[in-house]
């Protein structure tokens, strides 16, 4: 039996995802995480409590996680896994960088490389030494992959986070006569939703007497914030937060909406864009990163610039005054996914890259 091991969050569910896929491949998974984290048949060692004071400090504290790289080291030697792939080029790439153990697979996710590196000097350069330290890397985006071009020469494969369309389909919700824009998002300033609300607020001040309403999934720092805005533009009756949605619910609340927008002001790819088309949701996303990657523009949904309300609102009025349209859009999106972001499709060209991975280094 193959032994993958993982560096990598184990309580974040795109690392439950790469674990439940190979595992069912047939592969020996382990998980190293600074976050701990619980998977159905895989070994999870979780060093949450020796990095906890870590998490906050400055970069150069940070170098801190370099005392337990003897220990991780021991651990990673134990398991003699076929394959180590640390899932984040930043923290858990680092670590890596000091096993001297091969192969290794770094995976840039987002802001380890649109944002870290750009943090200053020292980070720039721990990206490059990252890079450096590994045999191959992978991207969730094309556009990312770019992005980590930008410090090493060595080829980026990009490997898509699949969506379970089992999992993610159309579910019958009793609606009303309301026209639903909805979003299911971190509540972090980088999301952009200030912008979303905003939109709305135009949207009403067009359409008085249409029934609106916005409804943000999701929780945050900064929700506060955003409630204090809803309530300064007096949307309190119209604007719902829904709070954190249990991962069995996200399907069922994206089919409650008739739009699902997403105003990011920095995107790797756009996940919950692929698993709102999925549901048969048509999208409006912001043209950062890689979300154009998330959506095929102007038939699936609508591409806008980033903190622009107003072009936001335009959008949700295409939708909002065609029905015809949003259920024609909302149809050929899950075709989309299904064409290009099926999960088994995607994890099926990752395991021929293992595959491949594997039969070079016998």
């Known amino acids: 039996m193959k032994t993958i091991c993982y560096l990598a969050d184990g309580s974040n569910p795109h690392t439950i995802k790469w674990c439940d896929y190979f595992k069912t491949r047939g592969y020996n998974i382990h998980v190293i995480s600074l976050n701990g984290g619980k998977i159905d048949g895989v070994k999870v060692h979780d060093f949450s409590a020796n990095v906890e004071e870590l998490r906050n400090e400055s970069i150069l504290k940070k170098s801190g996680y370099i005392k337990y790289i003897g220990e991780i080291k021991k651990l990673v030697h134990e398991i003699k896994p076929d394959i180590l792939h640390a899932q984040y080029a930043s923290s858990y790439g680092f670590i890596g960088s000091f096993l001297g153990y091969h192969p290794y697979i770094i995976s840039v996710w987002g802001t380890d490389i649109y944002d870290f590196p750009n943090n200053g000097i020292i980070q720039k350069q721990i990206i490059k030494h990252n890079f450096r330290k590994c045999d191959y890397i992978f991207s969730n985006s094309r556009d990312m992959a770019k992005e980590a071009n930008k410090y090493t020469n060595k080829h980026v494969d990009v490997t898509f986070f699949g969506v379970d369309m089992d999992r993610f389909k159309p579910i019958d919700v009793k609606k009303d006569d309301t026209f639903t824009i909805g979003i299911i998002k971190s509540l972090e300033k980088k999301y952009g939703i200030e912008y979303l609300i905003k939109a709305f607020k135009e949207l009403k001040d067009e359409y008085p007497n249409k029934k609106l309403a916005l409804k943000i999934g999701g929780s945050g720092k900064n929700e506060e914030n955003l409630r204090n805005l809803t309530k300064e533009l007096k949307l309190e009756d119209s604007v719902e937060f829904l709070g954190r949605i249990a991962p069995d619910n996200i399907a069922k609340t994206f089919s409650s909406f008739d739009v699902t927008v997403f105003p990011s002001l920095r995107e790797g790819f756009g996940v919950a864009a692929i698993e709102s088309q999925a549901c048969e949701v048509p999208v409006i996303v912001t043209n950062v990163g890689g979300h154009p990657e998330s959506l095929d523009n102007n038939k699936t949904g609508f591409i806008v610039e980033?903190?622009?309300?107003?072009?936001?609102?335009?959008?949700?009025?295409?939708?909002?005054?065609?029905?015809?349209?949003?259920?024609?859009m909302g149809k050929e999106g899950r075709k989309f996914v299904k064409n290009n972001y099926e999960i088994n499709l995607n994890f099926g060209d990752i395991a021929k890259i293992y595959e491949n991975i594997l039969n070079k280094s016998k």
Do not use: H, S, V
């Not at 903190?307 to 024609?328: G, H, S, Y």
């Open 306 to 328: 980033p903190k622009n309300p107003t072009q936001i609102k335009e959008a949700i009025i295409k939708f909002m005054n065609d029905e015809d349209l949003r259920i024609k």
